[in-house]
């Protein structure tokens, strides 16, 4: 499986959060949350509608930074699977991306996320 770079563990502060614009080619860009040594990556699009779901950039996590947050509709997503907990698309999920962290402290994609 062909893969890309999508940044560095050390480009996304330890629990928090940062948005990736669409890679050449793609419709949505990802966004992907950090706990210590572990990412989850996911296209950022609210299964409600399909709108990006942080209101500014890198901001999709609620205050306790407890679930990812739907800006739109409020929706809450657990962050280690996506699916969601409270919202207008209650258990619906959050497209994952399989993402690795490679011997670098890249954090790797495939090519084709977000298409």
């Known amino acids: 499986m ?5 940044c560095t563990l050390e480009d996304i502060p330890d629990g928090n959060s940062r948005g990736f614009p669409a890679a050449p080619g793609a ?4 966004f992907a949350v950090r706990r210590g ?5 996911y296209v950022n699009s609210c299964p409600h509608i399909g709108v990006p779901l942080d209101p500014v950039p890198d901001r ?10 739907c800006s739109t509709h409020g ?3 657990r962050i280690e699977d996506g699916i969601c907990t409270s919202g207008p698309c209650y ?3 959050l497209e994952r991306v399989h993402a ?5 402290g890249r954090v790797l994609v495939p ?3 977000g298409l």
Not at 2 to 6: D, K, N, S, Y
Not at 27 to 30: D, K, M
Not at 37 to 41: G, K, L, R, S
């Open 100 to 104: 690795r962290i490679d011997e670098d």
């Open 111 to 113: 090519e084709d996320a």
């Open 2 to 6: 062909a893969e890309r770079v999508l």
């Open 37 to 41: 040594h572990q990412v989850w990556v």
């Open 75 to 77: 929706a809450r997503f």
């Open 27 to 30: 419709f949505t860009g990802l």
């Open 60 to 69: 999709f996590l609620d205050t306790r930074k407890q679930n990812i947050v």
């Open 91 to 93: 258990g619906e999920a």
